[in-house]
């Protein structure tokens, strides 16, 4: 895989119109430093959208291209349909976004705070204002400490309001750059519920993360960064298939099983006695020569009904077969050569 085009929707093939954020050969560099390379995103409507990297990847600097925050040094971006920057005072009010919390003012409450934002949105009605803050500090769990003073806000609670802010009126695409950061795991699972009730609505969701539990239990779809470069993006299905997986064949027989193997081209790379891992990754012998031994190999192309079909046509005692996948973390440090932090 690694090719960004090659699983799900490519930027290239899609229909524009099924895509809620669609970028060319987006660019952008700081002096010498080039944040983002010549990235091809296709975000489809309705998807809950990870997008992935370490830091310093480039996440924060395409979402900034994205809404029209800083201009891109080449390459374009579509953002529900229209080009950006140049749209951006039609498309904005169709979208939310949390991005560097917002400068709030420490001396008023969440309240009064969303309340001057909203103000300030010329789309946004004041008839609805009261009812639509009250709603939104409800939503991130806000509403007991609504008219408190923003300075006694923990950081975890001004980044909830960070995300009551671009919840304040009904929307067609949020963007959340690293919405959990500073919230504690109960924070952290309160606002996957709340991207996944927001995408049952329709709402389509890109939410960039370096936690790679966030984007496993909310995403549709992932696109992975690597220094500055889109490595992989498609969805979540596509991304646990494209790893590695390997066959695990349970059999006293297991000198026939590594014969048959290799001679359907797999690589067996291991064999574990059955309850007991061989030290090496060697062979592990029992005492008992009929007793069960773990053989695994990788599978490659071969289906593992092919694989079955064929021990059991050369005699091989299978007692038990297993496909066993890299998880997504593995994928992830294979696509961007650095490991994630991750959230037990
Ligand atoms: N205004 C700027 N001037 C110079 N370099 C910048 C600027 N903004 C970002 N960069 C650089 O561009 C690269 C990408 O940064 P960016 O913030 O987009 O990454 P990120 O994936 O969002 O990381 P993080 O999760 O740490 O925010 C980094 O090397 C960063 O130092």
Same mark, same amino acid.
């Given at each position: 895989m690694g090719d960004p085009g090659g699983l799900g929707v490519s930027a290239e093939s899609a229909d524009s119109a099924g895509l809620a954020i669609e970028t060319h050969g987006l660019t952008k560099r700081f002096r010498s430093q080039l944040a983002v390379d010549g990235l091809d995103l296709a975000v489809p409507h309705g998807a809950v959208f990870g997008f &992935?990297?370490?830091n310093g990847s480039g996440k924060t600097t395409t979402i900034r291209m994205l809404l029209g925050l800083v201009a891109a040094t080449a390459g374009e971006a579509r953002v529900l349909g229209a080009g950006m920057p140049r749209h951006v005072d039609s498309v904005l009010p169709r979208v939310g976004a949390l991005v560097e919390g917002p400068a709030f003012s420490?001396? @008023?409450?969440?309240?009064?705070? *969303?309340?001057?934002?909203?103000?300030a949105d010329r789309w946004a009605p004041s008839r609805t204002r009261a009812a639509r803050v009250a709603d939104a500090l409800e939503q991130v769990g806000l509403a007991h400490v609504a008219q408190k003073k923003v300075h006694a806000y923990s950081l975890g609670m001004?980044?909830? &309001?960070? @995300?009551?802010?671009?919840? @304040?009126?009904? $929307?067609?695409?949020l963007?959340?750059?690293?919405?959990?950061?500073? *919230?504690?795991?109960?924070?952290? $699972?309160?606002? $996957?519920?709340?991207?996944?009730?927001?995408?049952? +609505?329709?709402?389509?969701?890109?939410?960039?993360?370096h936690l790679l539990a966030e984007v496993e239990q909310v995403c549709s779809h992932v696109g992975v960064m690597s220094a500055g470069r889109l490595v992989a993006q498609g969805t979540l299905d596509e991304f646990r298939d494209a790893g590695e997986a390997r066959a695990l064949v349970r059999t006293p027989d297991a000198d026939a099983a590594r014969r048959v193997l290799q001679g359907l081209g797999m690589h067996v790379d291991g064999s574990i006695s059955a309850g007991r891992v061989?030290?090496?990754?060697?062979?592990?012998?029992?005492? +008992?020569?009929?007793? +069960?031994?773990?053989?695994?190999?990788?599978?490659?192309?071969?289906?593992?009904?092919?694989?079955?079909?064929?021990?059991?046509?050369?005699?091989?005692?299978? $007692?038990?077969?297993?496909v066993e996948r890299a998880s997504l973390e593995q994928r992830f440090v294979e696509l961007t050569g650095e490991g994630f932090d991750v959230v037990q």
């Open positions: &992935l990297g370490p420490p001396y @008023l409450s969440g309240a009064a705070n *969303l309340a001057r934002f909203d103000a001004k980044q909830r &309001l960070g @995300l009551a802010n671009a919840l @304040l009126m009904p $929307r067609e695409l963007v959340l750059d690293e919405p959990t950061n500073g *919230l504690d795991p109960q924070g952290t $699972r309160e606002v $996957r519920s709340l991207i996944r009730s927001l995408a049952r +609505d329709g709402t389509t969701v890109f939410v960039s993360s061989a030290d090496d990754g060697g062979v592990s012998r029992p005492a +008992d020569a009929s007793a +069960d031994v773990v053989v695994t190999a990788t599978l490659e192309t071969t289906p593992p009904e092919a694989v079955v079909a064929a021990l059991v046509a050369d005699g091989v005692r299978v $007692r038990g077969f297993e």
